[in-house]
Structure formats: structure tokens, C-alpha cells
């Protein structure tokens, strides 16, 4: 009998849907992603700080999670925090494309009428306009997408869900996914959490509305995607942490695509063991997506995300060696070079570290480039040609994108995969022969070849004349499949530091407001070229 | 390698809206001064902007290769890969 007799692929599938559905309970509609998880989360509990109860929308999710299983918080008391602050100060930070109070307060109150076993039981979320949320508007902040409303949601969603998570609302974003978040048109819309009167300070983008929302207390944690930066970015910009994925570990099905082979879901939280909650939620096999079956299993991350304490000391969970390239020192702004000395300090200093030199891998520049980054150009075209055909002003001011994507020819976007191969064949082996994590400068070089980055707060920059006092950032990223390397060596940091708590001082609320607000001069929008140029 | 007239702006136009006509995309949709409703760049920027891809972006990947120099081992080399952390994985290290 030959290999490929006696197992249709028809049957194959059938048998995946099958596992999945019976992990839930549940059968599996056409086109509707399963809801199970490889294993039942452990659940950890996180003590909040003294005072931090009076203003629930301070909590982490760990915090909020635990009070709750404790009988001490109800879900329904904290989504009205939440849309209470949504209420008095979304007219001013604009995070929110769609606020579904009513249907958010209905959740809560039917899980604080079940028992809390899950991480999520009751946490308010923010969720990026572009997973699909079943009969609700998901627009991808586009003209295409303006009255779309999805038949199922988007299979990330569902498992955010299942956990106990609780929809908020649908977040700003870039047009499609590509800058910081603007209407479809370019004109500014969600300003960075800590700078409202500021908006040329950048946000961070694409996920710009999420993570203006987590900083700002309007949900707890949130959702966004990331394809050149747009989870680390706005994190670093917003003293947050978020942690965009492996390829693969979290499903895109029923997530707009922006560009097939680089998008990755993950969550934009407060700390370490908040992303921690939310991915092992977000993450596993669904049979709708195939680029996440067949790879190693999710690791305990909340447990990656504890501390260990040794001694009274802080320590790494493991033996971990983080790799440091020669540019990551080499920032022009003085502030930012003395944040990244401290915390690699910081790091040094904990017993089980070993900060190591490592080098960029050959032909680093040529690769990452401008050029090399393009090859990403035809996968966001593909999808969208029969929109090109239609109207092309139906892509606002993100349309030369799509355009420059019917210019590749073929062959060059096969280079552009080889590429691919020859980088993620050199990072493998040049650096992480020498490391198990390594500081990123950027984050594009490991979005190209689909490897985990967490971003985090290490320190803040001092108010100036012209701009209010901002979150300084950085980035670690990890081998394939190693986000709880990643998460070990960012919750032990985040034990002995405490830029992660600091949080951005509100002003009045501007329906309070004595007098009108006054922004500064800015430009009011991003031209259509601007976009094309610094879009994920 | 033969000495080759790098194409004019007019010849980088002409191809550009061929070949954007020739899979029924038009570009005489654009406007042709700035669209405050729509955000839509005029059609000379969008030629602009098309034109620095054909320059930039498919002239810097066209002359790459992997190595080795010689093109008939670069052939031997590095595989396209759509996603080479996921078949990493699925294939178990090593790609090249």
C-alpha cells in the first residue's frame, strides 16, 4: 500500500477539525476556528499593589484576575471603570474606532454568574479593528472594509474569549495596518498615551489605538498585529510591554491581511506576565490556519513569567546568555544610549545572565533595507487586486503600497524568500550560536524571518520645552519558538526595575476641562507618500 | 556584465501604467491635484513613488544572490522559504 492511501486529505481535515472540536465540546462550523487550547493555562496569582483597588483600570490582568477569582472584584465593576474612562477621555485620545458598552456589560455580568476558572475571567480587552468580530463593524481603519461585518471572529478572538476575556471595543489603527493610526484619509487620530497635547509625537503604530488604550486604563490589556514593528513600537512608545509571536504560534485566520508571510497577532499589555496570559490564551493549533500546525508546543508561560527569587535575590529562571549587536549602543540620542547601558546593567547583574557580544550577521544592512523589506510589497497587493481594479481611491492614503506590489516581478520576489533563508540561516548561526536572546535595534530584521520580540519599557526621557516626559524602549528577541526565554529574561528584569509600572498622569478629562485644550502645531495628517515610506 | 542605458523617467511611465493597465488597474483614477476626502496621492506621485520601487527596489534585488559568487553553486543554496521559522521547525534546523 502506498503512503498517501487510506487518508484523503478531505479525511485528514476532517480528523483535525474533529480533535479541535472535542477539545472544546463543540463542533466546528465551515470557516469558523476552533476554540481549543493545547492545555488548561496555569493560573497564578499576582497581588496588587497597596491603593491600586481604588482605580481597578490600574490593575495588570494578573492583578485583576486574581481579585476576582478572590471574590474581591466583579468583571461587571471593572468594564465600567473601564468604559467610564473610555467615556471621559476617548474624545481626547481617540483609541477606539467602536465601544461596545453594552454588549461588554452583558459579558461581564454573565461570567460574574459563573465561577472564575479561567486567566481572562472578566478582564476588559481592546481588540485591533482588523480580527474579524463576528456581526461587528471591522473596518481596518479602511474605506474598503467601512460596513464589513464578519460571519465568525477571527480565531484569536474566539480563544481570547473562551478564556473569559471580555470585548471592549474594536481599536484605532493604521489604514490596513500600515502607520500609526489615521483615518482612512491620513488625518491623525490616537495620540501616544503619555504626550495627548502632542500629536506629532509618534504613538507607535500600526496598533495604535490598543495600545493607547491599555496605557490609558481604557481596557486592560489588548490585541494587535505586527508586520514591521506595529507591537513593539507602540509598546516601547507607550511604556508597554508586547509580545509579537514566533510565525505560527498564534492563527491569522479571520485577521485582514496585510502581508501573508510576515503578520503576527499578539498582545500589548502592561508586563510581563500579562503577555504571558494572553498569548498562552491567543496561541495553539487551529485547522484553519495551517501555518500553525506541526510546531513545538506552547511552553508554560506563566510560569516562564513568574520570578524566581533565590536568596532574596532575583535570579533567571535559566542559565541565559543575551546577546548584544555593536549598533545597539550606538543610538544617537544620548537618553536613549544611557537607558539601553543601565539596562543591560540591570541584566549583568542577575545571577544566571551572561551578557555576551555578538555580531551582525553579514550583509545585515542589504537585507533588512529598504529594498529587502519591500519584497513584502506583492503579498499585501494579491489580496487586494480586484479592490485596485474597482477604485483605487477606495485605499485612501495607503494606496502606493499596493501599487508598488504589481511592480515586483516574479523572480524577485523569489529572491527576496531566498533572502529570507540565507538571514534566518545566518541569525541562527552566527548569533545565536553565541546567545539565547539578543537585543534588537529594531524590530523589521525579525518580522522578515518570523522570530519572537518582546518590547518593554526600560526608562523614561525627561521632559523638555517642547515634549512632555516619554517612555524610552527596547527589544529582545528570541529563537524560534522560545517566547518563554524571552518572557523569563524580561519578568526577572521587570522584578528588579520598575519602569513597567510607571504610568502616564491623565489630565482633567476633557469634558471637566475649564478650558479648551490646545494642541500643539502638527502635522495633521500623514500624506500619502509619508505613508508609503514609513508604512509596516 | 553588458553595458545596458539605464530607462528614462518617460520609459519608466510608459512601463508603469502598462503594466498596471494590462491587470485592469487605472491609474487615471488618482487625482490630479491633492484629495483632502480621500487622503489619495495625485497620479504624478504616485508615478514618483512607483518609480523609485523599479529603481530601488527591483534593481537592488534583481543583482543579488546567494553566496557563493559563482552562480552555478549560488542555484545550490537557499531555497525560497515563505516562512523559514515555521519550516525550521516542521523540518527540524536547517534550512540551507
Redesign the interface.
Known amino acids: 500500500m502506498s503512503i498517501d492511501d487510506g487518508l484523503s486529505r478531505r479525511l485528514f481535515l476532517a480528523r483535525l477539525s474533529a480533535l479541535a472540536a472535542g477539545a472544546t465540546g463543540s463542533a466546528l462550523l465551515p470557516g469558523v476556528a476552533s476554540a481549543a487550547t493545547t492545555a488548561p493555562p496555569t493560573l497564578v496569582d499576582v497581588d496588587a499593589p497597596d491603593g491600586a483597588t481604588t482605580d481597578p483600570t490600574s490593575l495588570t490582568v494578573a492583578e485583576a484576575a486574581t481579585l476576582i477569582r478572590r471574590g474581591k472584584l466583579t468583571s461587571e465593576e471593572l468594564v465600567r471603570a473601564c468604559l467610564e474612562r473610555i467615556e471621559g477621555y476617548d474624545s481626547l485620545f481617540q483609541a477606539f474606532n467602536l465601544v461596545l458598552a453594552d454588549a461588554a456589560l452583558a459579558r461581564a455580568r454573565q461570567l460574574d454568574g459563573s465561577s472564575p476558572r479561567t486567566a481572562l475571567h472578566g478582564i476588559p480587552l481592546a481588540i485591533k479593528d482588523n480580527y474579524f468580530s463576528r456581526g461587528v463593524r471591522t473596518t481596518a481603519n479602511s474605506?474598503i472594509f467601512a460596513d464589513f461585518e464578519p460571519p465568525y471572529d477571527a480565531t484569536a478572538l474566539s480563544r481570547l474569549e473562551a478564556a473569559g476575556g471580555v470585548m471592549i471595543g474594536k481599536t484605532q489603527m493604521g489604514p490596513l495596518a500600515t502607520t500609526r493610526a489615521?483615518?482612512?484619509?491620513?488625518?491623525i487620530t490616537t495620540v501616544n498615551a503619555w504626550a495627548p497635547d502632542h500629536p506629532n509625537i509618534n504613538p507607535g503604530g500600526s496598533s495604535t489605538g490598543s495600545a493607547t488604550a491599555t496605557a490609558t486604563g481604557m481596557a486592560l490589556s489588548s490585541v494587535g498585529t505586527q508586520t514591521g514593528g506595529s507591537i513593539t513600537a507602540p509598546s516601547n512608545a507607550q511604556g508597554l510591554t508586547g509580545l509579537k509571536p514566533?510565525?505560527?504560534r498564534v492563527s491569522l485566520h479571520g485577521i485582514i491581511p496585510l502581508t501573508?508571510?510576515r503578520d503576527h497577532p499578539g498582545p500589548i499589555a502592561r508586563d510581563a506576565m500579562d503577555c504571558a496570559i494572553m498569548l498562552t490564551a491567543m496561541a495553539g493549533p487551529d485547522p484553519a490556519d495551517f501555518?500553525t500546525l506541526?510546531?513545538?508546543q506552547l511552553p508554560d508561560l506563566t510560569r516562564a513569567a513568574t520570578p524566581v527569587r533565590q536568596g532574596g535575590q532575583t535570579v533567571l529562571r535559566r542559565r541565559t546568555r543575551i546577546g548584544v549587536t555593536p549598533d545597539f549602543l550606538a543610538s544617537s540620542n544620548p537618553e536613549t544610549a544611557a537607558a539601553r547601558r543601565s539596562y543591560l546593567d540591570a541584566l549583568a547583574g542577575l545571577r544566571h545572565a551572561t551578557v555576551v557580544e555578538v555580531p551582525l550577521p553579514a550583509e545585515w544592512d542589504?537585507l533588512t533595507g529598504?529594498?529587502?523589506n519591500?519584497?513584502r510589497?506583492p503579498e499585501r497587493t494579491e489580496p487586494f487586486?480586484e479592490y485596485?481594479?474597482q477604485?483605487?481611491?477606495l485605499?485612501?492614503?495607503s494606496?502606493?503600497n499596493w501599487?508598488?506590489g504589481?511592480?515586483?516581478?516574479g523572480?524577485?520576489y523569489?529572491?527576496?524568500?531566498?533572502?529570507?533563508?540565507?538571514?534566518?540561516?545566518r541569525v541562527?548561526d552566527e548569533v545565536f550560536d553565541a546567545c539565547d536572546v539578543v537585543v534588537q535595534a529594531q524590530p523589521v530584521p525579525f518580522d522578515i524571518?518570523?522570530?519572537p520580540e518582546i518590547g518593554f519599557p526600560i526608562g523614561l526621557r525627561a521632559a523638555t520645552s517642547d515634549t512632555p516626559v516619554l517612555p524610552i524602549g527596547t527589544i529582545l528577541g528570541g529563537q524560534?519558538?522560545a517566547e518563554d526565554r524571552l518572557l523569563e529574561v524580561v519578568a526577572a528584569y521587570q522584578d528588579v526595575t520598575d519602569w513597567h509600572r510607571r504610568r502616564p498622569e491623565l489630565p482633567p478629562a476633557p469634558a471637566a476641562s475649564a478650558a479648551p485644550r490646545a494642541p500643539s502645531l502638527a502635522p495633521a495628517?500623514?500624506?500619502?507618500?509619508e505613508a508609503?515610506r514609513i508604512g509596516q | 556584465m553588458a553595458d545596458v542605458a539605464a530607462p528614462t523617467d518617460d520609459e519608466l511611465d510608459a512601463l508603469?501604467e502598462a503594466?498596471?493597465r494590462l491587470?485592469?488597474?487605472?491609474?487615471a483614477?488618482?487625482?490630479t491635484t491633492e484629495?483632502?476626502?480621500?487622503?489619495?496621492?495625485t497620479r504624478e506621485?504616485?508615478l514618483?513613488?512607483?518609480r523609485s520601487?523599479?529603481r530601488?527596489?527591483?534593481v537592488?534585488?534583481?543583482g543579488?544572490?546567494?553566496?557563493p559568487d559563482d552562480p552555478a553553486l549560488a542555484q545550490q543554496?537557499?531555497?525560497?522559504?515563505?516562512?523559514?521559522?515555521?519550516t525550521?521547525?516542521?523540518t527540524g534546523?536547517g534550512?540551507?
Open positions: 474605506f489615521t483615518t482612512p484619509a491620513g488625518v514566533t510565525m505560527g501573508f508571510t501555518r506541526g510546531l513545538p542589504l529598504t529594498a529587502f519591500n519584497v510589497l487586486r485596485l481594479r477604485d483605487l481611491q485605499f485612501g492614503v494606496v502606493l501599487l508598488g504589481l511592480l515586483l516581478s523572480d524577485e523569489l529572491t527576496g524568500q531566498r533572502a529570507k533563508v540565507v538571514m534566518f540561516e541562527m524571518i518570523g522570530l524560534p519558538y495628517r500623514l500624506s500619502a507618500l508609503a | 508603469i503594466r498596471l491587470v485592469g488597474v487605472d491609474l483614477q488618482l487625482p484629495d483632502p476626502t480621500t487622503g489619495s496621492p506621485e504616485a514618483t513613488y512607483l520601487v523599479l530601488n527596489t527591483a537592488t534585488l534583481s543579488w544572490s546567494p553566496p543554496v537557499a531555497p525560497p522559504a515563505l516562512y523559514p521559522s515555521s525550521d521547525a516542521w534546523r534550512l540551507a
